[in-house]
């Protein structure tokens, strides 16, 4: 895989915007900023900020302030303190309740959605007792409800605005309808967050669907990163992925034509096997077709 140093070509953002486009930039390692262009950098809300993985996509576009104007959506004071209880850009509200949330997506450029159901433990599971533990999801907090309809409701209010596109991060796994993950719950997890992604795909809407491995709370940049279609990665060895390499793929989704409307699955090599990657158009170019 190709490892050169990033460069960045003309932003997906260049159509005619609501607010405010990413301008054309001068190949460099990073982005130039809009701001510095004479333009306002694009605004992009990130849902799910409060979850392990959006807090990182928050985390990395604040840091490039220049670049992007973050926005982040949680659902409770908790969650918005965790991540910056101060910050007027982080909004609290619930993707199953589109007025709740319609502040939150006013305005905006660019919407990268990291919401999805959190499966929870039933008590009394002993593992010196041997067994599998038990999940189930709480009323109102199943797959349908939070990665089909609180996702198409995403979709739906960021059309209805014009958003110039939607980074959509899912898990790889839904090609397989007897997946372990399917059955956390009963909740059929992989099949629901399949719908929502044929929905973006068929929305007209410009996105990039990333269907991740087994998340790892490890470093990211480290690592050379693997894509692929169809769940062919889960055939192999290398099927993690560190949570901050998945956020930065959201970040350069958003710098390069070669991410627009594709969906592919993503991992990465064991650390110290292969080459950090650093050359992101490259990366997505590989996958030349698109959902």
């Known amino acids: 895989m190709a490892t050169a140093t990033m460069r960045v070509s003309s932003s997906p953002f260049s159509a005619p915007p609501l607010r405010s486009p990413f301008r054309r930039v001068a190949p460099s390692r990073r982005a130039v900023s809009a701001a510095a262009a004479g333009g306002a950098p694009p605004t992009v809300l990130v849902t799910g900020a409060g979850g392990r993985t959006g807090q990182i996509v928050y985390k990395k576009l604040k840091e490039r302030a220049g670049e992007f104007a973050a926005r982040g959506l949680v659902r409770t004071q908790e969650s918005k303190d965790k991540i910056g209880g101060g910050d007027n850009g982080v909004f609290i509200g619930d993707i199953r309740d589109p007025a709740s ?3 939150a997506v006013e305005g905006i450029d660019a919407l990268v959605i990291l919401t999805s159901a959190v499966p929870k433990m039933k008590p009394g599971f002993d593992p010196s007792k041997g067994g599998r533990p038990e999940f189930y999801f709480e009323d109102g907090s199943d797959p349908e409800q939070v990665d089909w309809i609180g ?10 605005i ?50 991740a491995g087994g998340l790892q709370d490890k470093d990211g940049g480290v690592r050379e990163l693997i894509i692929g279609k169809d769940d062919e990665i889960l055939k192999t060895e290398t099927k993690t992925i560190a949570r901050p390499d998945v956020a930065e793929v959201c970040i350069q989704a958003l710098l390069f034509e070669e991410a627009r409307f594709k969906a592919f699955d ?26």
């Open 101 to 103: 949330f319609a502040a």
């Open 151 to 160: 996702q198409k409701n995403q979709i739906d209010a960021a059309k209805s």
């Open 162 to 211: 014009g958003v110039k596109q939607i980074v959509l991060v899912g898990s790889m796994g839904g090609t397989d309808l007897n997946h372990p993950l399917n059955k956390l719950g009963n909740g059929n997890i992989l099949v629901w967050k399949r719908k929502a992604e044929q929905y973006l795909a068929d929305s007209g809407l410009p996105y990039t669907i990333i269907r």
């Open 266 to 291: 993503l991992a990465s090599k064991p650390e110290g096997e292969g080459t950090p990657t650093t050359d992101f158009r490259s990366l997505f170019a590989q996958i030349a077709t698109r959902f």
